[in-house]
């Protein structure tokens, strides 16, 4: 059953502390993505990768660092320096550049306190 | 730079009534756009796409889109609404096609009615 995990579905933690949010797809997929959703602001870029060992900075980077040494794994780190973090944090992925949809995993609710 | 505008952040509608979700986006290049549908707390499911070719596409689930150049817009419609189709909608432009970045749109909420 080929698609994209999340976990954990929520977390939590207190402020100061960094976080780790996991995503992992079994599509064979190159390209693999993270977004912020805030209510009423859309999807909003974090960063992006289109190849393993290779990512780029999206719209709102700041506060959070990434890694792809997989093709399979991009996880992202919420760090300390992020001033708002509490949000619906969705990973996705894509077969390669063009024209292709990108797949979205189920999300993970991060609240930070 | 491109962006991708949805007026209605909410669309309430009764069951078996059709409905239209306005998008609109700018873009000095050609363009690919894509509808997504969101239910609570999931994450986006494709939900019709326009890469090139027939202007109006659909979705297996009885929405439409009609890609219209000169007027920047790529509205969905759906004639005749279920309660099962409440959820939150998302348009989305890809400009770049050296990669598959999108631009979303702010989404617009249907909420349906019996």
């Known amino acids: 059953d080929g698609g994209i995990t999340q976990s954990p579905k929520y977390l939590f933690r207190k402020e100061g502390q960094n976080v780790t949010l996991s995503c992992e797809q079994n599509?064979?997929?190159?390209?693999m993505y993270w977004y912020r959703q805030d209510p009423g602001q859309g999807l909003r870029l974090i960063y992006y990768s289109q190849i393993v060992n290779d990512f780029q900075k999206g719209d709102i980077a700041e506060g959070y660092s990434v890694s792809r040494e997989k093709k399979e794994s991009f996880p992202l780190t919420v760090t300390s320096a992020q001033k708002n973090p509490t949000a619906f944090y969705l990973c996705?992925?894509?077969?390669?550049?063009?024209?292709?949809?990108?797949?979205f995993g189920p999300g993970t609710r991060l609240t930070v306190t | 730079a491109q962006s991708v505008t949805q007026l209605d952040s909410q669309v309430p509608v009764f069951e078996e009534a059709p409905v239209e979700l306005r998008c609109n986006y700018s873009s000095s290049v050609s363009v690919y756009l894509f509808w997504y549908v969101q239910y609570p707390n999931q994450g986006l499911q494709l939900l019709l796409k326009y890469l090139s070719g027939s202007t109006l596409v659909e979705s297996i689930n009885g929405f439409e889109a009609e890609f219209n150049k000169s007027q920047t817009s790529f509205h969905l419609r759906k004639p005749s609404v279920h309660i099962s189709d409440t959820a939150e909608y998302f348009c989305a432009v890809s400009g770049d096609h050296n990669t598959d970045k999108l631009i979303f749109g702010t989404g617009t909420r249907l909420q349906v009615f019996p």
């Open positions: 996705a992925s894509s077969i390669s550049t063009g024209s292709d949809e990108q797949y």
């Open positions: 599509l064979n997929h190159d390209a």
